[in-house]
């Protein structure tokens, strides 16, 4: 595993923008790091990686729906402990070499896999909601003088929303904190109708 700081200076010019870490449930993963456009970028093996974010979709009422591209990675669980809990089902197939699973978790028992929608990476990592309140309706100074409970709540509940409606479209400028009413949309449609007349 290598930091982003010694994948920079090997002087492979893969990459001319900047890239900055991801956090994920308020601790920083010090192997992943995103760009503004969406790109991620795991040093988390000897020779760093773009990720491939996974696709995929889902029908409704006879529609196709594509759903927002995410990374999938492997987290430590020393690292993360709230995770320990959905990692132990895991756990009773490390001796069992008939399971699907015996492979993956005999070769890391103390790692779990996660996945990070792409526009939440992006957005914690450039703009987190500490600094971009404002776009949810929050003055900043109602935000600092929120006690951090509060605060940590909001991180939790608060959804982002796709400017452009596009969830394939997950460059930081079409990205924007909304709370779940802001993000509806129905609300949105009724919104943009009152604007139209």
């Given amino acids: 595993m290598i930091g982003l700081e010694q994948f920079m200076s090997t ?7 900047e890239w900055r870490p991801v956090p994920y449930q308020g601790k920083v993963i010090p192997t992943l790091f995103v760009s503004k456009d969406g790109r991620g970028l795991s040093t988390r093996t000897k020779t760093p990686r773009i990720l491939n974010p996974t696709k995929g979709s889902h029908a409704s009422k006879g529609k196709k729906y594509q759903l927002a591209p995410s990374f999938g990675i492997t987290l430590d669980i ?8 959905r990692a132990k089902p ?3 197939y490390v001796n069992d070499p008939t ?12 790692a779990i896999q ?7 990476a992006v957005k914690e990592a450039w703009e987190p909601l500490d600094s971009h309140s404002h776009e949810m309706g929050i003055p900043k100074e ?3 003088a929120a006690p951090e409970t509060v605060k940590q709540a909001l991180r939790e ?6 400017k452009d409606g596009d969830t394939q479209n997950n460059h930081l400028s079409n990205l924007k904190w909304a709370t779940a009413r802001q993000n509806n949309p129905w609300t949105k449609a009724i919104l943009e109708s009152e604007r139209v007349c």
């Fill in 99 to 110: 399971s699907k699973y015996h492979k993956r978790v005999r070769k890391s028992p103390d």
């Fill in 78 to 85: 020393k690292d993360f402990p709230q995770l320990e809990k």
């Fill in 142 to 144: 109602d935000w600092d």
């Fill in 114 to 120: 996660v996945t990070i929608p792409k526009y939440r």
């Fill in 157 to 162: 509940l608060a959804h982002i929303d796709h």
């Fill in 11 to 17: 002087g492979v010019p893969l990459f001319e923008d």
């Fill in 90 to 92: 895991f756990q009773k």
